[in-house]
């Protein structure tokens, strides 16, 4: 059956994602970023990456328990490449890192065609196909992966969780093509698990094969999954490796020791990777029956669509159709439970609680 959504004024909600960070000591401008991202997130349908699981994990992990630090202070290191930038974040919250790795970015990329932000001791940036749409939407290629606060993949194969969820996203500028940019964004889990913590709180089972259970054995049921699987099994995998692997030489951490009690001697923090590619960089001008480079890429994803293939959905689509809806409410869509959510967060920043039953539904 379809889902009834109550419509949250945009200011209602940014009020309240604001007043809980205050309340929690980061300064205007981190809670300025956080409910950016949040508004974003909820705009586009992303239920398991909105203000809800951006506050709940600040709780669990983040400045309450020492592995975010309001009020840090971004220490950006000495580098021989120009167009290349390396951070030490000091833990300072993820979503205002992000924002500014990816204007940094495109900045460089301005000046010589593409840019790079490698981070280290970062905390979690939640949405990274925010960042990449935001670029995307100025007309750029963008890129970011992460590592996760937690090891809760199991690689594939093994039976202990070794990997975090470990997000991919791309965004590139089609907007000219096909109305909206083109975001390829996903774990490399089967879901992630702040999917598990939705279908959790709305009282619904997970897909099959995403999850596994105390013992390691394939759960639906939201209460006892413990890990997640990787999908696609070894090209997931290998993919959630790929992050690893790269926060390794930036200078990341152990995945299995991320968001433990501290260890003596270790670094326990996220790194990201963010990347952005001016289109004109990357033109070699000879394109078919002397067309434009904006032409071109219109014309492959015509043809991509085509033969049949008309009824196909491009990534990023579900989430430009989803924005419509949102536009034409007039406001963000939650559930009533994601209401009840929210209203926690009011009460902890002093501010009055929605009231459910006088918002409009659709």
């Avoid at 965004?171 to 096909?178: L, S």
Wanted: glycine share 10%; charged share 20%.
């Amino acid at each position: 059956m379809p889902e009834t959504f109550h419509v949250v004024p945009v200011e209602t909600h940014e009020s309240i994602v604001r007043g809980a960070y205050l309340a929690r000591g980061f300064d205007e401008a981190e809670a300025h970023h956080a409910a950016t991202l949040a508004t974003a997130a909820t705009r586009h349908g992303i239920r398991t990456h909105n203000a809800i699981k951006a506050l709940h994990l600040d709780e669990l992990f983040g400045s309450k328990a020492g592995g975010c630090v309001p009020r840090a202070t971004i220490k950006k290191l000495p580098s021989r490449f120009a167009a290349t930038e390396v951070w030490d974040a000091r833990k300072k919250l993820g979503q205002a890192v992000a924002w500014e790795a990816v204007e940094t970015c495109m900045r460089l990329a301005d000046t010589y065609g593409t840019g790079t932000v490698s981070i280290d001791n970062a905390f979690h940036y939640l949405w990274g196909g925010g960042y990449v749409m935001e670029a995307a939407k100025r007309g750029y290629i963008a890129y970011t992966n992460c590592t996760a606060s937690l090891a809760e993949v199991v690689p594939f194969k093994g039976v202990f969780p070794t990997l975090g969820t470990n997000p991919h996203s791309w965004g590139f500028p089609t907007t000219q093509a096909v109305g909206f940019p083109i975001v390829i964004d996903w774990a490399t889990s089967v879901i992630a698990m702040g999917r598990v913590q939705q279908l959790k709180r709305e009282g619904k089972p997970l897909p099959a094969n995403a999850a596994v259970d105390r013992e390691g054995k394939p759960t639906t049921d939201p209460d006892k999954a413990v890990s997640l699987l990787p999908f696609g099994e070894h090209k997931g995998y290998a993919l959630s490796l790929v992050n690893e692997l790269t926060a390794a030489f930036i200078g990341g951490s152990l995945p299995t020791l991320r968001s433990r009690a501290p260890v003596a001697g270790e670094k326990q923090s996220c790194a990201f990777f963010f990347q952005v590619i001016h289109p004109e960089a990357i033109s070699g001008q000879a394109f078919a029956r002397g067309s434009s480079q904006s032409d071109n890429v219109e014309a492959v994803i015509s043809d991509i669509l085509g033969h049949g293939n008309e009824g196909c959905m491009l990534p990023g689509q579900l989430e430009a159709e989803f924005a419509t809806r949102t536009t034409r409410a007039g406001g963000l869509l939650f559930s009533q439970a994601e209401v009840e959510a929210l209203n926690e967060f009011a009460r902890e920043a002093g501010q009055q609680p929605i009231d459910c039953a006088a918002l409009p539904t659709v």
